[in-house]
T-cell receptor, first 112, second 113 residues
Framework: DGGITQSPKYLFRKEGQNVTLSCEQN?????MYWYRQDPGQGLRLIYY???????QKGDIAEGYSVSREKKESFPLTVTSAQKNPTAFYLC???????????FGSGTRLTVV | AQSVTQLDSQVPVFEEAPVELRCNYS??????LFWYVQYPNQGLQLLLK??????LVESINGFEAEFNKSQTSFHLRKPSVHISDTAEYFC???????????FGAGTTVTVRA
């Protein structure tokens, strides 16, 4: 079945370490997105990519980096420059304009 | 640019009672509208969507939403909720020419016995 896979589901890291969250899709979608979710704050867009080898900053890109070397993959790196990285991270992909997004199951990152 | 406002952040409701979640949007061009549901510690799942045609759209689990262009609204309703409907619900909008969705802040529905 086609879908979008995020791994790992839970991630613990020490403060000051970079960490990379994986997102893979086999839906043949052109566009991919990363969101951060904190309690009571809805979804905030970190980065998005509409085509391979191209990506754009979202509303809260500081302290994060991404790459889009393959259509299927859009990994997110949370760097040590991110002041408050503990959050739930959601990856999504989108096809034609009228299909909305398909979301992964999320990665909960805890920095201690 | 488009935007979405969900008018209620929390909606407590008793089991078997009706529920309505309100969503208003703003856009200068034609839009597509979506409702997503998120259960705890999971991703968002598409509940229903309005693309064109009939303004009343339904999901397989009893939810319905009505697109009202004059009031720029897309409210979500269910005539009788179950405990399992406890979740967070997000309204989203995109224009016909843009890939990106704009999400509302979410409405948390808590169903009590």
């Amino acid at each position: 079945d086609g879908g979008i896979t995020q791994s790992p589901k839970y991630l613990f890291r020490k403060e000051g370490q970079n960490v990379t969250l994986s997102c893979e899709q086999n839906l043949n979608h052109d566009a991919m997105y990363w969101y951060r979710q904190d309690p009571g704050q809805g979804l905030r867009l970190i980065y998005y990519s509409q085509i391979v080898n191209d990506f754009q900053k979202g509303d809260i890109a500081e302290g994060y980096s991404v790459s889009r070397e393959k259509k299927e993959s859009f990994p997110l790196t949370v760097t040590s420059a991110q002041k408050n990285p503990t959050a739930f991270y959601l990856c999504a992909s989108g096809g034609q304009a009228n299909y909305g997004y398909t979301f992964g199951s999320g990665t909960r990152l805890t920095v201690v | 640019a488009q935007s979405v406002t969900q008018l209620d952040s929390q909606v407590p409701v008793f089991e078997e009672a009706p529920v309505e979640l309100r969503c208003n949007y703003s856009s200068s061009v034609s839009v597509y509208l979506f409702w997503y549901v998120q259960y705890p510690n999971q991703g968002l799942q598409l509940l229903l969507k309005y693309l064109s045609g009939s303004t009343l759209v339904e999901s397989i689990n009893g939810f319905e939403a009505e697109f009202n262009k004059s009031q720029t609204s897309f409210h979500l309703r269910k005539p009788s909720v179950h405990i399992s409907d406890t979740a967070e619900y997000f309204c989203a909008v995109r224009t016909v020419n843009d890939y990106k969705l704009s999400f509302g802040a979410g409405t948390t529905v808590t169903v009590r016995a």
